[in-house]
């Protein structure tokens, strides 16, 4: 299987490319494929004839967005439009992932893929546009969304605790917004299953949830994270209002993982399993 990615140096990206498992992975991101700039899809595509595409290039700076939500819309929207249409022209199948912001996190169990979305920040708005830009255009695609990624690569939260851990006595934490921690590396593994599984996809595509396996909160998984450094800090739960952010969060957004078990044979690792993977890795060196 030949697989095409959009986005380079990202996480998702470097972790498809990393597992790739004896299928063709090939990750592009600027200037070969500027999802701002659509129209180089045509030439990059032409070269990479890919059987799937998986666009894991996305506007992620959740609290810059909501001051730069142009460019977060033209990233998270109407890039991926544009990439789907091009998808559905060719008639190949496309993973377009999406994010549990787009939720509004005020129920009171795991969302499932048909829940009323109700995004709160301008990321989650431009990412909810963009799952219905990339369903719109009529080709075959899923929609996988995940959660509080992170991995060896790049920026995330994971990294962020470790070094802010290992600079301070004492770490505040939001305590009160649940969801899926979830590592790039298992994500990865999941949507190469998906993609070998295309013939099966519904017409029309549809939803999946692709996310870690137990729930936690940001405060707990500091605390799992930070356990791991020689003189550990405290971790203190704080509550989001003594965390003041411009972008809101939403309290609750566990995503059901049912669909993607029963339909597509996926098992997604418990989140305290995989982060020991992350954590061993890092412990090594800098970019695991
Ligand atoms: N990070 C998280 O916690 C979560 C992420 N998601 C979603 O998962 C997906 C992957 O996220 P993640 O791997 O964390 O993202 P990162 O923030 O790690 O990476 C962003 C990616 O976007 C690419 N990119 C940025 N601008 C452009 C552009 N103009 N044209 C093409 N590519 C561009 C980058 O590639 P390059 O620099 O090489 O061009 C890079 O690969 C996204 O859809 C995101 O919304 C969902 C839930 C949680
Ligand atoms: C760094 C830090 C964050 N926090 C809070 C802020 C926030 O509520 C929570 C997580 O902070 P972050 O900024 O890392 O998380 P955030 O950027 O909101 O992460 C999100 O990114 C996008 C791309 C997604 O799609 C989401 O699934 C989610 O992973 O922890 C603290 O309480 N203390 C701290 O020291
Ligand atoms: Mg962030």
Redesign the pocket.
Known sequence: MKVLVIGHSGQVARALVERADGDTVTALGRPEIDLAAPDTLARAFDAATPDVVVNAA?Y?A??AAESDEDAARALNATGPGRLAERCAADGVPLIHIS???VFDGTLDRPYREDDPIAPQSA?GRT?AEGEAAVRAAGGRTLVAR????YSPFGK??VK??LR?GAERDT????AD?H?NPTSALDIADALLALARQSAAWPDGGEIVHVAGRGDTT??DF?RAIVASLPEPPTVKA?T?AD?P?P?T?PAN?RLDGTRLAERYGIAMPHWTQSLDVVLARLAGSPEG
């Open positions: 996305a992620t959740v609290d994010t549990d912001y990321y990412k995940t959660a509080w990624v995330n939260f962020t605790m802010v770490l505040t934490v939001v917004q969801g940001w405060c500091a704080i989001t965390y952010t972008a969060r957004s």
